[in-house]
């Protein structure tokens, strides 16, 4: 990765996975930090500080980790793994606080956040997207039953008024909801 906030003097930061390499990543709004996912089931955080970068292993799933997502607003980071799992790490918490979200009977493939920090999007092979308000205790979820194939990307649109997903049969949805 190369740092450019200085032209004249380029720096270079070496972002390296040594186990099952890096399959998902997602820079902090800021581009000071940087989350990365691993086929080996590591979430990793990376923060470029001067002068060398720090590096703070935040999880770690029993699958791959296919998805990651941080949002504008929140240190939160948002994961996927292929064992079915969803992860939300708070990072205002030391150590980080972790909530599993758990009910796909496939690998989640894809996460991300609304506009509303507190809704969060899941896409599984199971043939659903899920809805979580990460807010109620223990956190609910609506589901999108998108058909027999699997989902491969759910996103909200950046007004928060409807959830898009895609499978992998070409289809393509557009939910209304107002997140």
């Known amino acids: ?25 997602a820079f902090a709004n800021d581009g000071a930090a940087l989350v990365t996912g691993s086929g ?11 002068p060398a970068p720090t590096v703070t292993r935040l999880a770690w799933q029993q699958g791959s980790v296919c998805s990651v997502a941080v949002p504008a607003d929140a240190p939160l980071v948002l994961t996927a793994g292929n064992d079915a799992t969803a992860w939300l790490l708070d990072l205002r918490r030391a150590p980080p606080h972790y909530t599993a ?5 496939g690998a989640v493939t894809h996460v991300a956040f609304t506009r509303r920090t507190r809704f969060v999007l899941t896409a599984s092979v199971d043939g659903t997207a899920r809805i ?10 609506i589901s999108l039953a998108a058909g027999d194939a699997p989902v ?13 997903t895609v499978c992998t049969d070409n289809t393509v949805r557009l939910w209304d909801f107002d997140l």
């Open 40 to 50: 080996a089931g590591h979430t990793t955080l990376w923060e470029f500080t001067q």
């Open 1 to 25: 990765m190369l740092d450019l906030s200085n032209t004249a003097e380029p720096q270079a930061h070496l972002v390296a996975e040594t186990a099952g390499g890096i399959a998902a990543m």
């Open 152 to 164: 491969t990307l759910v996103e909200s649109t950046p007004d928060g008024r409807f959830v898009l």
């Open 132 to 141: 979580w308000d990460t807010a109620k205790k223990p956190v609910s979820f």
């Open 101 to 105: 979200l758990l009910g796909h009977t």
